[in-house]
């Protein structure tokens, strides 16, 4: 079966670099939402999206920004990225009213040095 | 806002016995969704076991299954006849889902299960 896919699973930036997350969401899937996960943390809502629409938006730092385009893939960019921001970033999918719960992708590894 | 409170950091238990891992959440709603969810150490996110608040039934999944308490706000997960892989961090989590539309899920700080041999 299709799953969310993440890429890159690792990346590697400097301070104040710009990076960008990619996610696919299973076909079918209406919305995406985005997680981060500190180490040694539970996963913090970042944003979602319903239908390429914003839906919800959590503790996401203005220096982040996300959009889902036509094709249903999100994006995650991350400007001026500090060490604080080093963590797994995690996406996923679900339909309808998600009461069977999200899938969730692997996760992509970033680390900033 | 709703909040979740896992206040075992850390439980072991020998392979073959049953661990009960705890649970307790503060909300005003009345229709929600709880989870648990599995990490193990590839950091994939796996849902165990879902349930639906309105349900007074107890949900089960093969060897895990939950104790929901409604009025109690608790929700602990069962794991019957521990495996080696069920070694991970378990992580409950709270959803107030939208109409028509999936909601941000709201996680507790996580216990991390080892099954000892």
């Known amino acids: 079966a299709a799953g969310v896919i993440q890429s890159p699973r690792h990346l590697i930036k400097e301070k104040r670099e710009t990076a960008t997350l990619k996610c696919y969401p299973i076909p079918r899937h209406d919305t995406v939402y985005w997680y981060q996960q500190g180490p040694g943390q539970d996963p913090q809502f970042l944003i979602s999206f319903y239908e390429k629409m914003q839906s919800d938006k959590g503790s996401i730092p203005d220096r982040f920004s996300a959009q889902q385009f036509s094709d249903y893939h999100s994006e995650l960019n991350m400007s001026s990225l500090e060490l604080g921001d080093s963590a797994l970033y995690f996406c996923?999918?679900?339909?309808?009213?998600?009461?069977?719960?999200?899938?969730f992708g692997s996760g992509t590894r970033l680390t900033v040095v | 806002a709703q909040t979740v409170t896992q206040s075992q950091p850390e439980m072991s238990v020998q392979e073959a016995e049953t661990v009960t891992l705890s649970c307790t959440y503060d909300t005003s709603e009345s229709n929600y969704y709880l989870f648990w969810y599995k990490q193990p150490p590839s950091r994939q996110m796996i849902l165990v076991i879902r349930?639906?608040?309105?349900?007074?039934q107890n949900a089960t999944e093969n060897r895990f299954s939950v104790n929901f308490q409604k009025a109690a706000k608790s929700f602990s997960l069962k794991i019957s006849d521990s495996q080696l892989g069920d070694t991970a961090m378990y992580f409950c989590a709270f959803m107030k889902p939208k109409e028509t539309s999936g909601s941000r899920l709201t996680f507790g700080e996580g216990t991390q299960l080892t099954v000892n041999p």
């Open positions: 349930q639906e608040a309105y349900k007074q």
């Open positions: 996923a999918s679900s339909f309808g009213d998600a009461n069977y719960g999200y899938t």
